[in-house]
T-cell receptor, first 113, second 125 residues
């Protein structure tokens, strides 16, 4: 199984400041045949299901604000919120879909400082 | 607008079988473009993929749960279902159904783009 490790477990950021979340996979999720990283990011607010934010490591889902961006390749990935808004308070998860079983990171809780 | 809705008994006794159904509305489950998956989340914890199914009935399960899980599809009702046997308190969780894009690669499918609201499954005597 591919183990997904997120860091930090939680972070507190001032409104308008940058938030950075890291995700590391235990093996590469880069599929050489199409040069795509099989990595997604989700946002989950309390009492709600997860919401897809980013797929292919850096492609923003339709309707997702452009302050959210994803980067990285191979085994190391980052989700960045460029200017934190109050509505961004949530838990963020990364997920690999390179191989079965599909696996998620443990989550990173983002709060307002 | 495609929507998914989970349903099923909220309370199950230990050693019994948890049965849940996901109803797809606003689109057909018989699409070659998608798989349909189940994911669970114990209270206060992270997400765990249970398994996925294609409309043809092809399934893929998490090995950690495979011996106790069956996922099936009923295209006439636009539904897919989860059965988990021999449940214990550790199976208490919110259970989500979600849509996955059918894809190219090692796993054969991609990320979860549409999720149901989730249903709480509690195992207790």
């Amino acid at each position: 199984d591919i183990v997904m490790t997120q860091s930090p477990d939680s972070l507190a950021v001032s409104l308008g400041e940058r938030a950075t979340i890291n995700c590391k996979s235990s093996q590469s999720v880069l599929y050489r045949s199409n040069n795509k990283n099989y990595l997604a990011w989700y946002q989950q607010k309390p009492g709600q299901p997860p919401r897809l934010l980013i797929y292919w490591a850096s492609t923003r889902e339709s309707g997702v604000p452009d302050r959210f961006s994803g980067s990285g390749s191979g085994t190391d990935f980052t989700l960045t919120i460029s200017s934190l808004q109050a509505e961004d308070v949530a838990v963020y998860y990364c997920q690999q879909y390179y191989s079965s079983p599909l696996t998620f990171g443990g989550g990173t809780k983002v709060e307002i400082k | 607008q495609l929507q998914l809705q989970e349903s099923g008994p909220g309370l199950v006794k230990p050693s019994e079988t948890l049965s849940l159904t996901c109803t797809v509305s606003g689109g057909s489950i018989k699409s070659s473009s998608y798989y349909w998956g189940w994911i669970r989340q114990p209270p206060g914890k992270g997400l765990e993929w249970i398994g996925s199914i294609y409309y043809s009935g092809r399934t893929d399960y998490n090995p950690s749960l495979k011996s106790r899980v069956t996922i099936s599809v009923d295209t006439s009702k636009n539904q897919f279902s989860l059965k988990m046997s021999s449940v214990t308190a550790a199976d208490t969780a919110v259970y989500y159904c979600a849509r996955q894009l059918n894809g190219y690669g090692t796993s054969g499918y991609y990320y979860f783009d549409i999720w149901g609201q989730g249903t709480m499954g509690t195992v207790s005597s």
